[in-house]
């Protein structure tokens, strides 16, 4: 007994000191320029066991490009007169705009000017109330936050998709999208994170959202009131929960990665963003900022290959692949709404140089490049 008291009070203070101890220099400041990378289709990738010292190895993770997130003095702001208190910005090239109030221990978002949190594709002025708290500091191994925040997001019925208008049994002045939720905060894990190029040494922090999302309607002469229970069956509204990991280090200002996760015990990964290594961060990336468009990779292929469409309206598309005598070989319909990951099996088809092309609703094709397939 004796000895194992021992042992427990000799081992203890080194796993005090291997504990990752988040500061505050991680809140970006203005002037910095984040760039993250996403795989969408994270096959098989598990979020890990809490506690530590733990290792997560992604080091296979791809990407073709990065996304820069970009952070600016409040005047450079088209929305700063709506939203008192913020003291900086940070924009995106789709031209969503968030703005956030930094203290000394905080990031605070106040809210946003960009697409709606259900994904119908509207974009539109979404405030939080109270602030939701991006970043704390300092954030250590164990530390637990429970907060409740509402973000809401008026609309006028000019903006509304006519589809989803249609599912509405009333004719409003205007909607509101209300989103409450409950959330719970706890730095559960760290260790040391493995992407492509770097080693990173975290904190891991799971958030855990429990979110009521209504519909809210303003009628003439009424107030606002919530129809939410007038809708027929709908994928948008009612409870949900959902649970996403944040990992962060004194390394670097962006996360090292964010991971949503479902599953028992909230281990199997559904997507993954991450900081982009330099190689993709400082590539020209054969994407525009801002506008729609596909990049298929990597290029050249040998079996598989993946296509991410970014920056596109709600609507179907068709990705098709040509020969290099501009036969079409094959086609995909895909609905899609702002980004989305394909992944096609080029197993069936002769080696060779092919060109993929992405075609909207009316037969305007958007974007068409090359592709390279390659056998051993």
Same mark, same amino acid.
């Given at each position: ?106 990031? $605070? *978002?106040?809210?946003? +000017? =960009?697409?709606?949190? @259900? ?7 979404? /405030?939080? &109330? ?54 719970? $905060? *706890?730095?559960?894990? +760290? =260790?040391?994170?493995? @992407? ?7 904190? /891991?922090? &799971? ?170």
């Amino acid at each position: 007994m004796y000895r194992l008291l021992l042992i427990a009070l000799l081992w203890w203070p080194l796993c005090l000191s291997a504990q990752i101890n988040i500061s505050a220099n991680i809140f970006p400041a203005i002037g910095d320029s984040l760039k993250m990378s996403s795989d969408r289709l994270a096959e098989g990738l598990k979020t890990g066991n809490a506690g530590g010292p733990q290792t997560w190895n992604f080091k296979d993770l791809q990407t073709p490009y990065a996304n820069t997130t970009v952070f600016r003095p409040l005047a450079a702001g088209n929305w700063s007169s709506e939203f008192h208190g913020a003291n900086m910005i940070a924009s995106t090239p789709d031209n969503s705009e968030a703005y956030y109030r930094k203290t000394g221990t905080t990031m $605070e *978002l106040l809210g946003y +000017y =960009g697409l709606d949190p @259900l994904g119908i594709g509207i974009k539109g002025l979404c /405030r939080f &109330k109270p602030a939701r708290i991006d970043r704390r500091a300092p954030l250590r191994f164990l530390d637990r936050y429970d907060y409740t925040f509402e973000m809401i997001m008026e609309l006028s019925v000019d903006d509304l998709l006519p589809s989803f208008l249609d599912s509405i049994p009333i004719t409003p002045d205007s909607i509101r999208i209300r989103v409450s939720t409950k959330r719970q $905060e *706890l730095a559960e894990a +760290y =260790g040391t994170f493995q @992407l492509p190029g770097n080693v990173y040494q975290v904190l /891991r922090v &799971k958030y855990t959202d429990q979110m009521v999302i209504s519909l809210d309607a303003k009628l003439p002469f009424i107030d606002w009131q919530d129809v939410t229970g007038m809708l027929p069956d709908n994928e948008y509204f009612g409870e949900r929960t959902e649970t996403n990991f944040y990992f962060y280090s004194n390394q670097a200002k962006e996360p090292i990665a964010i991971m949503g996760a479902t599953g028992r015990n909230n281990i199997d990964v559904t997507h993954i963003e991450f900081k982009a290594p330099f190689e993709i961060a400082e590539a020209k990336q054969g994407l525009i900022p801002g506008q729609p468009g596909v990049l298929a990779y990597p290029n050249p292929a040998i079996e598989k290959a993946r296509f991410d469409f970014v920056n596109l309206d709600p609507g179907t598309y068709k990705l098709v692949l040509y020969n290099i005598l501009g036969v079409q070989v094959w086609q995909e319909e895909l609905w899609i709404s702002g980004s989305k990951t394909l992944k096609v099996d080029l197993t069936k088809f002769t080696k060779g140089t092919y060109l993929y092309s992405l075609i909207d609703e009316k037969g305007k094709s958007l974007s068409t490049k090359r592709l390279m397939i390659i056998r051993p």
